[in-house]
């Protein structure tokens, strides 16, 4: 409730970075993001803290100099890049000058896919997951990955069918398995019924990915049982945005 809060620090840090000296600021939130679920809740609040300094000082700052400044607070630009532009990202970033420079590309996501979020009680904390990743993966592994992530490209915009195929993960999620136990008995079975389902982000929330009817998204919710909270979530197409 002080100043170390995330939103609140980023305000005060980016407001000195444009140029203003923050006093008196006082912030209300609203967080509707699960945090430590593998959602990408401080990336969306990094994003908003970012937005907000840049109103509040009139800095006007473009979506690109968002998106550097986000990366450099965040480490790296995935989720943040999704928190600004919205709908399907692609992010990367390339060492310029002995400085990381953040790059994105915005996909339209096919207006028939729609997404289950499987949300557990427990947290799992992301520092933990990362150790779990091992130093060196086999190369076929490496080379499957890389035909499911442009698979995705096509899933994702025009050829939801693709979904299931475009889902199936070779770099992290069996490595931490063992941390998430739940959720990879939850994916799997969803996986074995046909459906798009992974671990979000170092998880141990699941996702899934589909093109069901309301009936349908209803008989999904369910089937994460009590030890999980079926939410129905919207694809936003677009990111940050003052109302």
């Not at 692609?90 to 590309?105: C, G, N, P, R, T």
């Amino acid at each position: 409730t002080d100043a170390t809060h995330l939103i609140a620090k980023t305000i005060i840090d980016a407001c000195k970075a444009f140029g203003t000296e923050v006093t008196g600021l006082h912030v209300e939130c609203k967080n509707a993001i699960p945090q430590g679920r593998g959602l990408g809740s401080s990336a969306a609040a990094i994003v908003a803290g970012l937005v907000l300094a840049s109103e509040l000082t009139y800095a006007r700052a473009s979506e690109d100099e968002l998106l550097q400044m986000a990366n450099a607070i965040e480490g790296h630009p995935d989720n943040v890049a999704a928190a600004l532009y919205g709908g399907a990202t692609v992010a990367w970033q390339d060492e310029v000058k002995s400085k990381m420079v953040a790059h994105a590309l915005h996909l339209p996501v096919d207006p028939r896919i729609k997404v289950m979020a499987f949300i557990p009680s427990t947290p799992l904390a992301t520092k933990k997951a990362r150790t779990m990743l091992p130093d060196s993966i086999p190369f076929a592994d490496a080379q499957r990955n890389s035909t499911n992530t442009a698979i995705m490209m096509q899933a994702l915009t025009i050829r939801p069918d693709l979904l299931l195929t475009a889902t199936e993960d070779f770099l992290h999620q069996s490595y931490r398995q063992e941390a998430m136990p739940a959720s990879f008995a939850l994916m799997a079975k969803l996986r074995a019924a046909g459906v798009a389902a992974f671990i979000s982000g170092a998880g141990p929330t699941v996702l899934a990915l589909h093109t069901g009817d309301q009936e349908e998204s209803e008989q999904l919710s369910r089937a994460g049982g009590a030890k999980f909270e079926g939410k129905s979530l919207e694809i936003a197409s677009r990111g940050a945005t003052l109302l």
